[in-house]
């Protein structure tokens, strides 16, 4: 199952993974009402809507202004526990990234250190027009690069053990960090790399210069 969840916390949304097929539609507070107005209709529409009412679509789920959980984490936890988890096979999250508040980009980058999304962390997929994010643990993973974008950087959210990277121009081999780290502009040398780590939990970022 393939799902979208378009947020309203960025300027300039990626909207061509709006032509892509989704079986599941899902607006959050403005980002509802984005969605309608590039004819698609939400199948859900979650928010507490103090920017934007809601569209008129057949399920909404209406926020109180005053809650722990950001907007996007409630759509997320409203969501998501509705469908097996071996159905879903990648949440895509348009404008998450970037906008005009620091607090709430923090916030949506650390989905991943709670523990109530980890069984979904491999599958969440945030874009944006110059930025991708995904996340990783434990294990080796394969990634694609996006032809759009130059750089490919590893942010170590916790402290790392055994990182590998290949087939980049900046290769690592079984390092470890003990502290957060933040591995930078690195690139890719094909159109796929590979890396692997015993333990943390790793955010990897696909990006490209604004001016380019």
Known sequence: MFTLIFCAGAPNPNLSYLNQHY??????????QTLQQHGHIPDWAVGDFDSAPPPK????????????????????????????????EKVIILGALGGGRLDHLLANFYVAHQPRFRAYLEKFYFVETHNSLRFFGAGQHVITRELDKKYLSFIGLTPLRALSLHQVKYPLNQQDYHQAIALISNEFLSDSMNFSLQSGILAVIQSADAFT
């Open 57 to 88: 679509v057949s399920r909404v789920l209406r926020l109180p202004p005053e809650k722990n959980d950001t907007d996007l984490e409630a759509a997320l936890l409203h969501i998501l526990p509705k469908y097996p988890i071996d159905k879903i």
């Open 23 to 32: 079986d599941l539609l899902v607006g959050v507070d403005a980002g509802a």
